[in-house]
């Protein structure tokens, strides 16, 4: 029996038959026939060799290591670029390093995980080189991934202190492929600089008063009515907003915001989270407000502030005339609420449910101790009298006040808002003198323009019909609805603070928009500035504080840290495993299943071979037919190995039943 088994086991460890027949038919037809012959061509070693380090043993091998060993030069590259960006204004050529930083998360991995992975099993095999326990050899081999390096660590139950570096270093792989991506990123700033911004001028002292003949009046009178139609007739949240339709911003009321003219005159400021009360629907004109800025600046500017109060209700037109002082600018007894506008018209009368006038004489020498009054008169009920002037009028007596202040406007982005206001420190004259009764703009004849603004402005928004209220009444009485169908008014209930107010908007709103008719709907808050104009007029802002919004990059330092060490780190693996690849003159067996072939007595392989390594021994054999098969099929236990499906030899395949030992 033992010599039997002697030359059974001799018969495994003879070289491959030369006749493969055997071989074919356990292969099938399709397997390469693999013999002693074919291996000796391939490489197969028939003579003792010396070894020599791996680095030389396997070139290929050793240049894709030295090519991966740049890789994390190409990576602190990147952050030397990042470095380099940092604080500088995104542009194209600048954000092919952001798109470069973005691939971190997929790259670095990667790169990663060959390096170090190498690296790991190059020490390992230089520790079973130089002798070491096998669960460290083994926990070595295996650690290519984080994940494999603490599977394996509770598999083995290895405890040793190497496991806590090891384990750090694979957590540097997501950590630093997240640092690429998150160590720099795209924040706003500014940079200060010099502007030019100018303003209308709102304040007119030279004569370019508008509405001032009735040559520039038919000039305007088209445009100006639709301004007006257009910012009546806007939305709530629009008529509320710090700038009109058209972005321009609006004035505050300064006795809104809490100034009186016996203060000591400080700045008021703009609550940006509480109602504002506007003096007009239309906004301040600006020009040379760069689009991608900051820019704050003071303005002069003025707006007609009225305080009406009730004088009678239910009056007749003669008592209407008499409550006026028997003496107005326009209307008399017979025409209050049917006007001829144009003597030649030939729409003929037109008419309107509200009228103004005023009995103030304009032609006589200035008076600055009295103010101008406006007389702002509205159909009373509509169940009494007609529209030709026999009907019962609300009359309201509104003095004249004209506030000169000072501004301060922020614009951010093309939006600009009124921050804070004051009383002007540079135009000190009385509230009591208006473009109207003021000495300096009398040879002007001003008054001429006040006509013009009585005749035209109740006609702002044409009525449908004689019965319709007109939208600007509507607004003043406080009515939801601007176009009502059935007209209705109380004005015995109507506060007086808020006719004052509602009546300060609307004519604050076609007074400047008169202005500036040909600039309002068209111009541009980034249109250059042009001082030279003469009409409108335009002054130069001083003072004007300019920042221009730009988008930079900014890096985090802590992903920028993480980052760079991670790199460092792996560059110090690469070059690690370069020069154990250089010292180790150990076939690398480890980790290959072509290593079970090694005087394995179920595999029959030529003599030799044990200076391969696996990778070169799973070359040579890889037309090799095995199997993981039971090798004692008669015995009530089994045993399992690697064998090959070559020769006479037929192994069992394994089963769920049977026991091995």
Same mark, same amino acid.
């Given at each position: 029996?033992?010599?039997?088994?002697?030359?059974?086991?001799?018969?495994?460890?003879?070289?491959?038959?030369?006749?493969?027949?055997?071989?074919?038919?356990?292969?099938?037809?399709?397997?390469?026939?693999?013999?002693?012959?074919?291996?000796?061509?391939?490489?197969?070693?028939?003579?003792?060799?010396?070894?020599?380090?791996?680095?030389?043993?396997?070139?290929?091998?050793?240049?894709?290591?030295?090519?991966?060993?740049?890789?994390? *030069?190409?990576?602190?590259?990147?952050?030397?670029?990042?470095?380099?960006?940092?604080?500088?204004?995104?542009?194209?050529?600048?954000?092919?390093?952001?798109?470069?930083?973005?691939?971190?998360?997929?790259?670095?991995?990667?790169?990663?995980?060959?390096?170090?992975?190498?690296?790991?099993?190059?020490?390992?095999?230089?520790?079973?080189?130089?002798?070491?326990?096998?669960?460290?050899?083994?926990?070595?081999?295996?650690?290519?991934? +984080?994940?494999?390096?603490?599977?394996?660590?509770?598999?083995?139950?290895?405890?040793?202190?190497?496991?806590?570096?090891?384990?750090?270093?694979?957590?540097?792989?997501?950590?630093?492929?997240?640092?690429?991506?998150?160590? =720099?990123?795209?924040?706003?700033?500014?940079?200060?600089?010099?502007?030019? %911004?100018?303003?209308?001028?709102?304040?007119?002292?030279?004569?370019?008063?508008?509405?001032?003949?009735?040559?520039?009046?038919?000039? =305007?009178?088209?445009?100006?009515?639709? =301004?007006?139609?257009?910012?009546?007739?806007?939305?709530?949240?629009?008529? $509320?907003?710090?700038?009109? %339709?058209?972005?321009?911003?609006?004035?505050?009321?300064?006795?809104?915001?809490?100034?009186?003219?016996?203060?000591?005159?400080?700045?008021?400021?703009?609550?940006?989270?509480?109602?504002?009360?506007?003096?007009?629907?239309?906004?301040?004109?600006?020009?040379? =407000?760069?689009?991608?800025?900051?820019?704050? +600046?003071?303005?002069?500017?003025?707006?007609?502030?009225?305080? /009406?109060?009730?004088?009678?209700?239910?009056?007749?037109?003669?008592?209407?005339?008499?409550? &006026?002082?028997?003496?107005?600018?326009?209307?008399?007894?017979? @025409?209050?609420?049917?006007?001829?506008?144009?003597?030649?018209?030939?729409?003929?009368?037109?008419?309107?449910?509200?009228?103004?006038?005023?009995?103030?004489?304009?032609?006589?020498?200035?008076?600055?101790?009295?103010?101008?009054?406006?007389?702002?008169?509205?159909?009373?009920?509509?169940?009494?009298?007609?529209?030709?002037?026999?009907?019962?009028?609300?009359?309201?007596? /509104?003095?004249?006040?004209?506030?000169?202040?000072?501004?301060?406007?922020?614009?951010?982005?093309?939006?600009?808002?009124?921050?804070? &206001?004051?009383?002007?420190?540079?135009?000190?004259?009385?509230?009591?003198?208006?473009?109207?009764?003021?000495?300096?703009?009398?040879?002007?004849?001003?008054?001429?323009?006040?006509?013009?603004?009585?005749?035209?402005?109740?006609?702002?928004?044409?009525?449908?019909?004689?019965?319709?209220?007109?939208?600007?009444?509507?607004?003043?009485?406080?009515?939801?609805?601007?176009?009502?169908?059935?007209?209705?008014?109380?004005?015995?209930?109507?506060?007086?603070?808020?006719?004052?107010?509602?009546?300060?908007?609307?004519? @604050?709103?076609?007074?400047?928009?008169? &202005?500036?008719?040909?600039?309002?709907?068209?111009?541009?808050?980034?249109?250059?500035?042009?001082?030279?104009?003469?009409?409108?007029?335009?002054?130069?802002?001083?003072?004007?504080?300019?920042?221009?919004?730009?988008?930079?990059?900014?890096?985090?330092?802590?992903? *920028?840290?993480?980052?760079?060490?991670?790199?460092?780190?792996?560059?110090?693996?690469?070059?690690?495993?370069?020069?154990?690849?250089?010292?180790?003159?150990?076939?690398?067996?480890?980790?290959?299943?072509?290593?079970?072939?090694?005087?394995?007595?179920?595999?029959?392989?030529?003599?030799?071979?044990?200076?391969?390594?696996?990778?070169?021994? $799973?070359? *040579?054999?890889?037309?090799?037919?095995?199997?993981?098969?039971? %090798?004692?099929?008669?015995?009530?236990?089994?045993?399992?190995?690697?064998?090959?499906?070559?020769?006479?030899?037929?192994?069992?395949?394994?089963?769920?039943?049977?026991?091995?030992?």
């Amino acid at each position: 029996m033992f010599r039997s088994r002697a030359r059974a086991q001799e018969s495994e460890l003879e070289l491959l038959p030369s006749n493969p027949s055997a071989l074919q038919r356990e292969a099938g037809p399709e397997t390469p026939t693999l013999t002693a012959s074919s291996l000796a061509q391939e490489g197969w070693p028939d003579q003792p060799q010396r070894l020599k380090s791996n680095a030389s043993e396997n070139k290929l091998s050793t240049a894709i290591n030295c090519i991966l060993a740049f890789l994390p *030069l190409i990576f602190l590259g990147l952050a030397v670029l990042v470095l380099a960006i940092n604080g500088r204004e995104v542009n194209e050529r600048r954000d092919a390093v952001i798109q470069a930083t973005r691939l971190g998360p997929t790259v670095f991995p990667i790169v990663f995980a060959a390096i170090v992975g190498s690296m790991m099993r190059n020490y390992a095999l230089w520790r079973a080189q130089n002798g070491a326990a096998l669960g460290l050899i083994e926990q070595l081999n295996g650690s290519t991934s +984080f994940a494999g390096t603490i599977e394996l660590a509770l598999a083995l139950r290895h405890r040793d202190l190497l496991m806590i570096p090891i384990l750090l270093l694979w957590a540097m792989s997501p950590l630093g492929g997240q640092g690429a991506l998150r160590m =720099i990123s795209q924040a706003p700033s500014s940079v200060p600089g010099d502007l030019s %911004v100018a303003y209308l001028n709102m304040n007119v002292s030279d004569g370019n008063i508008p509405l001032v003949g009735s040559s520039s009046t038919a000039d =305007i009178l088209a445009p100006l009515n639709a =301004i007006y139609t257009t910012l009546i007739l806007s939305s709530e949240e629009a008529k $509320a907003s710090p700038s009109d %339709v058209w972005g321009w911003p609006k004035i505050p009321s300064l006795l809104s915001l809490g100034s009186s003219i016996d203060d000591d005159n400080p700045w008021r400021p703009v609550p940006a989270d509480a109602p504002v009360t506007y003096t007009s629907l239309v906004g301040h004109v600006l020009q040379g =407000i760069p689009p991608d800025s900051y820019a704050e +600046f003071p303005i002069e500017s003025s707006y007609f502030d009225f305080d /009406c109060h009730m004088i009678a209700t239910g009056l007749s037109a003669s008592e209407t005339f008499d409550a &006026m002082g028997g003496n107005s600018l326009y209307h008399n007894a017979s @025409n209050f609420f049917n006007d001829t506008i144009d003597d030649n018209s030939p729409y003929g009368a037109i008419y309107s449910n509200f009228f103004i006038d005023t009995g103030y004489n304009l032609t006589a020498p200035s008076r600055p101790q009295s103010q101008v009054n406006l007389f702002y008169g509205s159909k009373d009920r509509s169940d009494e009298g007609d529209m030709t002037g026999n009907l019962p009028v609300a009359l309201f007596n /509104c003095t004249m006040s004209f506030i000169r202040l000072e501004a301060q406007v922020a614009c951010e982005n093309s939006s600009c808002a009124v921050t804070r &206001m004051r009383r002007s420190e540079k135009d000190k004259r009385s509230s009591f003198l208006s473009p109207f009764n003021d000495a300096l703009d009398h040879r002007y004849n001003t008054w001429t323009t006040l006509h013009n603004i009585i005749r035209r402005f109740p006609h702002a928004v044409q009525l449908v019909d004689q019965y319709q209220p007109s939208p600007t009444d509507s607004y003043i009485y406080g009515e939801p609805s601007l176009f009502n169908p059935h007209y209705y008014r109380d004005w015995s209930t109507a506060s007086a603070e808020n006719v004052s107010t509602r009546f300060s908007t609307v004519f @604050n709103t076609f007074y400047q928009a008169s &202005m500036a008719t040909f600039v309002i709907p068209v111009a541009s808050m980034s249109d250059p500035v042009d001082l030279n104009t003469s009409s409108p007029s335009y002054i130069s802002a001083e003072g004007t504080t300019f920042v221009r919004r730009i988008t930079v990059y900014r890096i985090s330092l802590p992903w *920028l840290i993480v980052f760079i060490a991670a790199t460092i780190l792996l560059l110090l693996s690469a070059l690690a495993g370069l020069f154990l690849k250089s010292i180790i003159i150990a076939p690398d067996i480890l980790g290959y299943v072509s290593s079970l072939t090694r005087d394995n007595p179920h595999i029959s392989l030529p003599a030799g071979g044990s200076t391969l390594s696996g990778e070169d021994r $799973a070359k *040579l054999l890889r037309d090799l037919p095995v199997q993981i098969a039971d %090798v004692d099929k008669h015995r009530d236990f089994g045993r399992i190995v690697l064998a090959s499906r070559s020769g006479d030899t037929a192994y069992e395949k394994l089963h769920r039943r049977r026991r091995y030992e």
